[in-house]
């Protein structure tokens, strides 16, 4: 079997992967709970190639990504679910559906107009689908209802955070001032400092939680990403401290070797001297 550009030659490959006697082991044994940590693993590998500015590399983990989701619609077409035909009319049919203003006749929309008509189009999507379940006779799922619906529970927390805060905010419960989330925040501090004096290792869990909650939320007023904001704080402590590492080596020691006060000397020193680099 030779490389292909046609997705056609992928799925046949994957459906020789899921054939049994004839395919892999490896892939026979595995259902859609044992795939899905590799998927959300590629999703990240695709993001890194971006953040890397990769062309390469993310011409590459495209490729691993797009595996996944030929791999998940393999399993479902062996369950007689659906297939990878159906899985591209679903999104063809959801994408020209939101956009009225690009496929129909909607023109002229502002990007706030566009973002209501989002908006209320996924609502509709909603109400659609509880009414498809209920015709197939399946009963109505409790996280389906409510303004929170739909926020996936397997996000990354700090994300997930910013997104129910999102929801939220939609309907109006919301601070009107960044300022307002910033009191809160100073709140929180106070409430894990509260916690560190009872010495009370469950309450600063819970402190230290509400605490990464409100940041979120600022983070959110600001419009600063928060898993963003915190990969380039992560990156920044990183370039940082790899300075301090190859400061002390310059000198014959190491981090281990160092006291507290020189590597606290050293990173004042590679933050200044960062400032004065722009």
Not at 40 to 51: F, L, M, P
Not at 235 to 262: C, D, H, M, T
Request: aromatic fraction near 6%.
């Amino acid at each position: 079997m030779q490389p292909s550009r046609d997705i056609a030659r992928l799925i046949e490959i994957m459906a020789a992967l899921r054939t049994p006697g004839t395919g892999c082991p490896w892939d026979l044994e595995q259902d859609f709970a044992s795939v899905a940590p590799f998927t959300v693993e590629e999703a990240y590998e695709v993001a890194d190639a971006i953040a890397r500015g990769d062309l390469v590399d993310l011409k590459d983990e495209l490729g691993d990504l797009l595996l996944q989701v030929v791999f998940h619609a393999r399993m479902a077409e062996e369950e007689g679910a659906f297939a990878f035909p159906d899985v591209v009319e679903a999104i063809t049919a959801k994408l020209i559906r939101r956009h009225p203003h690009v496929f129909g006749e909607t023109r002229d929309l502002t990007p706030a107009e566009v973002k209501t008509l989002w908006h209320r189009i996924k609502l509709a999507e909603k109400t659609e689908k509880a009414a498809a379940r209920a015709a197939a006779g399946l009963p109505p799922r409790q996280e389906d209802r409510g303004v929170l619906a739909g926020v996936a529970e397997t996000l990354p927390a700090l994300t997930r955070a910013w997104k129910l805060q999102q929801r939220a905010s939609s309907v109006g419960f919301d601070w009107n001032d960044a300022r307002l989330v910033l009191a809160k925040i100073r709140e929180e501090i106070d409430e894990v400092d509260e916690a560190l004096a009872a010495g009370d290792k469950a309450a600063m869990r819970e402190e230290v939680g509400d605490l990464l909650f409100a940041v979120a939320n600022l983070a959110r007023h600001l419009d600063a990403e928060p898993e963003g904001a915190l990969a380039a704080a992560n990156a920044k402590f990183e370039r940082r401290f790899k300075g301090i590492e190859a400061a002390l080596e310059a000198q014959g020691g190491s981090p281990a070797e160092a006291s507290l006060k020189e590597m606290e000397a050293l990173w004042q020193a590679m933050k200044r001297q960062e400032k004065a680099s722009g």
